[in-house]
């Protein structure tokens, strides 16, 4: 079993820049694909981009391609969400979720075993 939790969100004007941490605990952090998913006020909840297990591939929603960037340290069992040009629309609640699948496989949120409260990111225009 997987806990993972949220930091790092907050409030930056457009243009700018923040980077989300997703804190795993458990033993078990690199048997994981780990995915970034978000919900705007309104909206479901939209795939943003996952990990795979080792860190080497990563897969990205075309909303966020070129500006998101998602990293993991398995030896810190942590993952990040570098978010760059940031913008209005970018405005959700941020989650971060394990899942036990391929990362390839792991776009729909119901791959997902495991997930985060959520950490909220306002983008002001």
């Known amino acids: 079993q997987v806990q993972v939790a949220e930091s790092g969100g907050g409030l930056v004007q457009a243009g700018g820049s923040l980077r989300l941490s997703c804190a795993a605990s458990?033993?078990?952090?690199?048997?994981?694909?780990m995915g970034w998913f978000r919900q705007a006020p309104g909206k479901e909840r939209e795939f943003v981009g996952v990990i795979s297990r080792s860190g080497a591939f990563a897969d990205y929603a075309d909303s966020v391609k070129g500006r998101f960037t998602i990293s993991r340290d398995n030896a810190k069992n942590t993952m990040y969400l570098q978010m760059n040009s940031l913008k209005p629309e970018d405005t959700a609640v941020y989650y971060c979720a394990a899942s036990s699948n391929n990362y390839a496989y792991a776009h729909p949120a119901s791959a997902y075993n495991y997930w985060g409260q959520g950490a909220r990111v306002t983008v002001s225009s």
């Open positions: 458990g033993r078990s952090f690199s048997n994981y694909a």
